[in-house]
T-cell receptor, first 113, second 114 residues
Framework: AQSVTQLDSQVPVFEEAPVELRCNYSSSVSVYLFWYVQYPNQGLQLLLKYLSGSTLVESINGFEAEFNKSQTSFHLRKPSVHISDTAEYFCAVSDNSNYQLIWGAGTKLIIKP | DGGITQSPKYLFRKEGQNVTLSCEQNLNHDAMYWYRQDPGQGLRLIYYSQIVNDFQKGDIAEGYSVSREKKESFPLTVTSAQKNPTAFYLC?????????????FGNGTRLTVT
């Protein structure tokens, strides 16, 4: 069965510094990949997704993620973070065996002024 | 604006009582979902419904029940049989079915049982 690993539970970073949030999944069989963001005391909202095509996907607020099939990874990056990026980020991967989304445990991005 | 409304935002109950969490959507979405979120864990699926009057158990359905009498409503009841009910509960919906569909979430209900 599919599993998703977000190795870092928290990532502290200074404002305007680059950041990478890591996501690895277990199965390299055809997958759909998602990053969702959860701001404090809110629900989740989609940040970006990979369904097919170009392996590099971008969001409207400067985040990007690259699908790496050989490394079964979908790491999220931003070249320069802002205080408003403070949130928890969840990676999710489809499990085509039972048509469910499998979620990572989440990574809290902490922006230091 | 279209969206998903969960109420109440905070809910407190005594152990042994059933409690119902509300979820209403005006997105005209077919499928609706209930997730449970605990600190340091990902989301876990409780129940989902792809069509009115039909629903399926997710990974952690024990101690929960749902109904889907209307397309726009998918209430979740946390029963006294749920051993550890204190958690953050999220309702979501998708247009159509399929694991590639984007989930739209409500702002959640934080349930505390003492």
């Amino acid at each position: 069965a599919q599993s998703v690993t977000q190795l870092d539970s928290q990532v502290p970073v200074f404002e305007e510094a680059p950041v990478e949030l890591r996501c690895n999944y277990s199965s390299s069989v055809s997958v759909y990949l998602f990053w969702y963001v959860q701001y404090p005391n809110q629900g989740l909202q989609l940040l970006l997704k990979y369904l097919s095509g170009s392996t590099l996907v971008e969001s409207i607020n400067g985040f990007e993620a690259e699908f790496n099939k050989s490394q079964t990874s979908f790491h999220l990056r931003k070249p320069s973070v802002h205080i408003s990026d403070t949130a928890e980020y969840f990676c999710a991967v489809s499990d085509n065996s039972n048509y469910q989304l499998i979620w990572g445990a989440g990574t809290k991005l902490i922006i230091k002024p | 604006d279209g969206g998903i409304t969960q109420s109440p935002k905070y809910l407190f109950r005594k152990e042994g009582q059933n409690v119902t969490l509300s979820c209403e959507q005006n997105l005209n979405h077919d499928a609706m979902y209930w997730y449970r979120q605990d600190p340091g864990q990902g989301l876990r699926l409780i129940y989902y419904s792809q069509i009115v009057n039909d629903f399926q158990k997710g990974d952690i359905a024990e101690g929960y029940s749902v109904s889907r009498e209307k397309k726009e409503s998918f209430p979740l009841t946390v029963t006294s049989a749920q051993k550890n009910p204190t958690a953050f509960y999220l309702c979501a919906s998708t247009m159509g079915q399929g694991v590639h569909k984007v989930l739209h979430f409500g702002n959640g209900t934080r349930l505390t049982v003492t």
